[in-house]
Every structure is written in structure tokens, then in C-alpha cells.
């Protein structure tokens, strides 16, 4: 089954910016969603087919994908950024979607 | 305002059954595809199975995880998505949200599964 490789963790400071990845086979070829989830909350999606940010999500969220990694950036991170982030992608394959591993942001 | 409102979680025994329920407003239901996707106490999200609208002949997928022993439906005129769960298993436990789409998502209900 298709695998989504994401760090476990990732720390800036505020005003910095924080850069999440997620791994995955000729990821690159496929669409891939973003998801912010805060403690106790249900996930929100922060970016969908590669790099649009839906109404309602900071210009600070950005996405793209090539080759074999797709990437979240957040600029300019702040407190209220800190949460667990997922990527997404449907795998065709196996016709099922599958979840990264998750990557948690912590503000310093 | 899209509001979707899970309901139906619980304690169950292994080898038991429960459905769950998801409760939609604020939109037209009968025009999306939804999705059930878990979350194990402290783990990561686990994407159950989705149910695609009229148009597209109602036809549903599943994790590989959950295949011939979860169940997912809707009633349109309702505005009702559904997730019926047998043959439950400790690993089983999670909270189980509803989602539209993947624009929208459920607050969740837990099912735990235990002897």
C-alpha cells in the first residue's frame, strides 16, 4: 500500500518560517491535501490539490509538490499555528485514501 | 452554515456491532460525496471509507483495514450518513468523524471497543 512519510516534529520561533514535508512515491503525480489539527479539535483543511487554500486560511499557508515530496510551508508562524499537520492523497492503486504520518509544530 | 454532528459512539465488546451516525445541515447533502475517517487515542487520522452521491450510482470504498465488516450508506432525504460496524476489534477503537468532502469535518464520536 502507498506510504506518506512525515517528520515527527518540527520547531520555529515566531515570524519564522516552519516547512513540513511528506514523502511519498512519485508523490508528485498525485493531489495532495494539507489538514491542521489542534488538540481536541477535528482536522481543517489548509490546503487541497497541491497548493489552493481555501476561503478562510492565511495567506501564510502554502503548498506545492514534485517529484517524490510534497511540502507545507507556514510563514511567519505563529502561537495559533501550533497543531498536528496531515497530508492526504487518494491512491488510485489500491483506490483508497491514504493519511501521512503526521507532522506536530511547535512554536518555541 | 455547514454543520455535520456525529452521534452514536460508545463502549462496545469485541466481536460486537454499532452504527454510527452523521447528522448534516446547512447544505446540500444529497449533492456530495462523504467520508468516514478514525483516529485511535493518540495516534494518527485513518481514513475509513467514503459513499458517493446519486449521480454517481451511490458506490462506496474502504480502507482495507475495515472491508467486509463496516458498512457505510446515507438517506438523502434525510441528510443522514451512516457507518455500520461489525465484527469490532480492540484496534477498532478511535473517533470516528464525518467529513464532506474533506472541506468539512464532524466534532467526532468515540467508540471504544473492550471486554
Known amino acids: 500500500s502507498y506510504v506518506l512519510t512525515q517528520p515527527p516534529s518540527v520547531s520555529e520561533a515566531p515570524g519564522k518560517t516552519a516547512t513540513i514535508t511528506c514523502g511519498g512515491d512519485?508523490?508528485?503525480?498525485?493531489?495532495v491535501h494539507w489538514y491542521q489539527q489542534k488538540a481536541g479539535q477535528a482536522p481543517v483543511l489548509v490546503i487541497d490539490?497541491?497548493?489552493n487554500r481555501p476561503s478562510g486560511v492565511p495567506e501564510r499557508f502554502s503548498g506545492s509538490n514534485s517529484g517524490n515530496t510534497a511540502t507545507l510551508t507556514i510563514a511567519r508562524v505563529e502561537a495559533g499555528d501550533e497543531a498536528d499537520y496531515y497530508c492526504?492523497?487518494?491512491?488510485?492503486?489500491?483506490?483508497?485514501?491514504?493519511f501521512g504520518t503526521g507532522t506536530k509544530v511547535t512554536v518555541l | 452554515e455547514v454543520q455535520l454532528v456525529e452521534s452514536g459512539g460508545g463502549l462496545v465488546q469485541p466481536g460486537g456491532s454499532l452504527r454510527l451516525s452523521c447528522a448534516a445541515s446547512?447544505?446540500?447533502?444529497?449533492?456530495?460525496?462523504m467520508d468516514w475517517v478514525r483516529q485511535a487515542p493518540g495516534k494518527g487520522l485513518e481514513w475509513v471509507g467514503r459513499i458517493r452521491n446519486e449521480i454517481n450510482g451511490y458506490t462506496t470504498e474502504y480502507a482495507a483495514s475495515v472491508k467486509g465488516r463496516f458498512t457505510i450508506s446515507r438517506d438523502d432525504s434525510k441528510n443522514s450518513l451512516f457507518l455500520q460496524m461489525n465484527s469490532l476489534k480492540i484496534e477498532d477503537t478511535a473517533v470516528y468523524f464525518c467529513a464532506r468532502e474533506w472541506d468539512s469535518w464532524g466534532q467526532g464520536t468515540l467508540v471504544t471497543v473492550s471486554s
Open positions: 512519485n508523490i508528485g503525480t498525485k493531489s
Open positions: 492526504q492523497v487518494w491512491d488510485s492503486s489500491s483506490e483508497q485514501y491514504v
Open positions: 490539490y497541491d497548493t
Open positions: 446547512g447544505f446540500s447533502f444529497s449533492d456530495h460525496f
